[in-house]
T-cell receptor, first 116, second 112 residues
Framework: NAGVMQNPRHLVRRRGQEARLRCSPMKGHSHVYWYRQLPEEGLKFMVYLQKENIIDESGMPKERFSAEFPKEGPSILRIQQVVRGDSAAYFC??????????????FGPGTRLLVL | GQQVMQIPQYQHVQEGEDFTTYCNSSTTLSNIQWYKQRPGGHPVFLIQLVKSGEVKKQKRLTFQFGEAKKNSSLHITATQTTDVGTYFCAGADSSNTGKLIFGQGTTLQVKP
């Protein structure tokens, strides 16, 4: 059973470009969470999605960031017009059901975004 | 908003010494989870504690959940170099949407 897949693993963008980060949850998991980790810091929640629905986006910056989890295909975190402060590791996690805090979240290997 | 604080931020120990990291939440938690992240790696789930006062052991690791369900600790006995990494506690958000609130982590360095 493959784990959570994320690609690309490393992404370099210049300021003003767009970054697209992909996450394929574990087989049988329909809940996806995105977290951001700045260097030397903990993980900060960004958004929680189910298929075709955004459940909680309270951690998403209001501008330039968007996320989706279509019926078919991976979840995508999109960052438009990237700035240097967006440089971070972006982790996706999945769980089989609505967590409510009782289901383990399994993390992918992350995408390390570097904005030049 | 809900916060999870973790101390210490860094800990250097000699191989064979014990290590403890502490986690405190500003609110009562339904459960707490612990993760380990190696340098350059991703968080790997270690354990989940649900019951008040719960204690769980995994070989040299002992996890404890406080009676008030607002604090937790991870204790490693006789550290080994393979224990190196950052240990995070994470509490389920009180809004019950499933998102985890992570502590800042404790980075453990073990000198051989």
């Amino acid at each position: 059973n493959a784990g959570v897949m994320q690609n690309p693993r490393h992404l370099v963008r210049r300021r003003g470009q767009e970054a697209r980060l992909r996450c394929s949850p574990m087989k049988g998991h329909s809940h996806v969470y995105w977290y951001r980790q700045l260097p030397e810091e903990g993980l900060k929640f960004m958004v929680y999605l189910q298929k075709e629905n955004i459940i909680d986006e309270s951690g998403m910056p209001k501008e330039r960031f968007s996320a989706e989890f279509p019926k078919e295909g991976p979840s995508i975190l999109r960052i438009q017009q990237v700035v240097r402060g967006d440089s971070a590791a972006y982790f996706c996690a999945s769980s089989p059901t609505r967590t409510g805090g009782l289901e383990t979240q399994y993390f992918g290997p992350g995408t390390r975004l570097l904005v030049l | 908003g809900q916060q999870v604080m973790q101390i210490p931020q860094y800990q250097h120990v000699q191989e064979g010494e014990d290590f403890t990291t502490y986690c405190n939440s500003s609110t009562t938690l339904s459960n707490i989870q612990w993760y380990k992240q190696r340098p350059g790696g991703h968080p790997v789930f270690l354990i989940q504690l649900v019951k008040s006062g719960e204690v769980k052991k995994q070989k040299r690791l002992t996890f404890q959940f406080g009676e008030a369900k607002k604090n937790s600790s991870l204790h490693i006995t006789a550290t080994q170099t393979t224990d190196v990494g950052t240990y995070f506690c994470a509490g389920a958000d009180s809004s019950n949407t499933g998102k985890l609130i992570f502590g800042q982590g404790t980075t453990l360095q073990v000198k051989p």
